[in-house]
T-cell receptor, first 115, second 113 residues
Framework: DADVTQTPRNRITKTGKRIMLECSQTKGHDRMYWYRQDPGLGLRLIYY???????NKGEISDGYSVSRQAQAKFSLSLESAIPNQTALYFC??????????????FGPGTRLTVT | AQSVTQLDSQVPVFEEAPVELRCNYSSSVSVYLFWYVQYPNQGLQLLLK??????LVKGINGFEAEFNKSQTSFHLRKPSVHISDTAEYFC???????????FGTGTSLTVIP
């Protein structure tokens, strides 16, 4: 079984709709992240969380919100989707243990299309 | 803040030829360095990492990278590529005391038969 799972894997939605992307992990890591990937722009950090009570904005948080429901679950919401939020979204976890370098483990991605 | 520059957005190379994918970073403090690979329609997988010690790091699938502190570079190399190496490659940086990962914009490697 995959260590980091994302649902749904693909989603098409209309402008103005609210949508939630979910992420679960079985690695036991405290740290979780949401990124979006756009062609030519690499991965950009949306939000990250270092434990259940810790939520931090990343580079491009506008238009997004997150919820850390448990250590293993971190969901990303688009309150009112717009077409320029069409992208590939990745959830990641990292090991905060010393000497790991904050190495990231990625989910398979969610392809979101906003029409 | 850190930034990561991957100078080549696309690199075509013939099968069995050598390849080098370039990565430069900007930081005035110590960093950790990573290369990730993304195969088509998949998530990112760790290829190799440099945390400390030997500046030549060997990773999976025959890839290696060399940390050059004076040139702030961490170029990825493979002496002989295979068709299966066709993928997107991302260089990334984090700090020992930092909270975030910083990714480059990616290099698309296409291996030509």
């Amino acid at each position: 079984d995959a260590d980091v799972t994302q649902t749904p894997r693909n989603r098409i939605t209309k402008t103005g709709k609210r949508i939630m992307l979910e992420c679960s992990q079985t690695k036991g890591h405290d740290r979780m992240y949401w990124y979006r990937q756009d062609p030519g722009l690499g991965l950009r950090l949306i939000y990250y969380s270092f434990d259940v009570k810790d939520i931090n904005k990343g580079e491009i948080s506008d238009g997004y919100s997150v919820s850390r429901q448990a250590q293993a679950k971190f969901s990303l919401s688009l309150e009112s989707a717009i077409p320029n939020q069409t992208a590939l979204y990745f959830c990641a976890t990292s090991d905060s243990s010393p000497g790991q370098g904050n190495k990231q483990y990625f989910g398979p991605g969610t392809r979101l299309t906003v029409t | 803040a850190q930034s990561v520059t991957q100078l080549d957005s696309q690199v075509p190379v013939f099968e069995e030829a050598p390849v080098e994918l370039r990565c430069n970073y900007s930081s005035s403090v110590s960093v950790y360095l990573f290369w990730y690979v993304q195969y088509p329609n998949q998530g990112l997988q760790l290829l190799l990492k440099y945390l400390s010690g030997s500046t030549l790091v060997k990773g999976i699938n025959g890839f290696e990278a060399e940390f050059n502190k004076s040139q702030t570079s961490f170029h990825l190399r493979k002496p002989s590529v295979h068709i299966s190496d066709t993928a997107e490659y991302f260089c990334a940086v984090s700090r020992p005391t930092g909270n975030q990962f910083y990714f480059g914009t990616g290099t698309s490697l296409t291996v030509i038969p």
